[in-house]
């Protein structure tokens, strides 16, 4: 199976701050990487597909980038709404794994 | 809109099986693959089990294989998750969840169900 690992597994920031996310996969799987935002006892959102591409409805301020084994979710200007935890998934292979989760707090 | 809605959850003691449900509307459901994902009480996602638009594949994750079944009928719109031998570790939040894209290609999951919660206890 290919393991997802996130880091850091949680962080602190103000508002305004630019927050990067780190995602690394144990085996190249390309850019087969998405990330989704989960807020607390709510279901995860797709923000990032195929690695960079941004769903539709989703701030600009979130960005990703990355291929292979590592990968970046950037929010540009942390807001008071992104704080949530923040997953990465690969769609490269079955099964399907998730990286553990990064909370961010504002 | 896609909506998505989960039901069947509920406490269930250990060794015995739980149905779950997902209705679907907004979409085509005949058109997509889908999927369910769980995540137990304070920890992380874990997906659980895919199945083809057709019903035709269906793959799981090692913890459930011969414990769960992932079914669909596509003439009802509705997406099951057959859960037996239900264990404490199987406690957690589940969702389905609207796969873009095939296994074999780039794949996302949007939107999610609100999900149900399914606790294994005596």
């Known amino acids: 199976d290919i393991q997802m690992t996130q880091s850091p597994s949680s962080l602190s920031a103000s508002v305004g701050d630019r927050v990067t996310i780190t995602c690394r996969a144990s085996?190249?799987?390309?850019?087969?990487l998405n990330w989704y935002q989960q807020d607390p006892g709510k279901a995860p959102k797709l923000l990032i597909y195929a690695a960079s591409s941004l769903q539709s409805g989703v701030p600009s301020r979130f960005s990703g980038s990355g291929s292979g084994t590592y990968f970046t979710l950037t929010i540009s200007s942390l807001q008071p709404e992104d704080s949530a935890t923040y997953y990465c998934q690969q769609s490269y292979i079955s099964p399907i794994t998730f990286g553990g989760g990064t909370k961010v707090e504002i | 809109q896609v909506q998505l809605v989960e039901s069947g959850g509920g406490v269930v003691q250990p060794g015995r099986s739980l149905r779950l449900s997902c209705a679907a509307s907004?979409?085509?459901?005949?058109?997509?693959?889908m999927v369910w994902v769980r995540q137990a009480p304070g920890k992380g996602l874990e997906w659980v089990a895919l199945?083809?638009?057709?019903?035709?594949?269906?793959y799981y994750t090692d913890s459930v294989k011969g414990r769960f079944t992932i079914s669909r009928d596509n003439s009802k719109n509705t997406l099951h998750l057959e859960m037996n031998s239900l264990r404490a570790e199987d406690t957690a939040v589940y969702y389905c969840?609207?796969?873009?894209?095939?296994?074999?290609?780039?794949?996302?999951?949007?939107?999610w169900g609100q999900g149900t919660l399914v606790t294994v206890s005596s």
């Open positions: 969840a609207k796969m873009y894209g095939k296994l074999t290609a780039y794949n996302w999951f949007d939107p």
């Open positions: 085996q190249s799987i390309s850019n087969y």
């Open positions: 907004g979409f085509t459901f005949s058109d997509f693959d």
């Open positions: 199945i083809s638009s057709d019903g035709r594949n269906k």
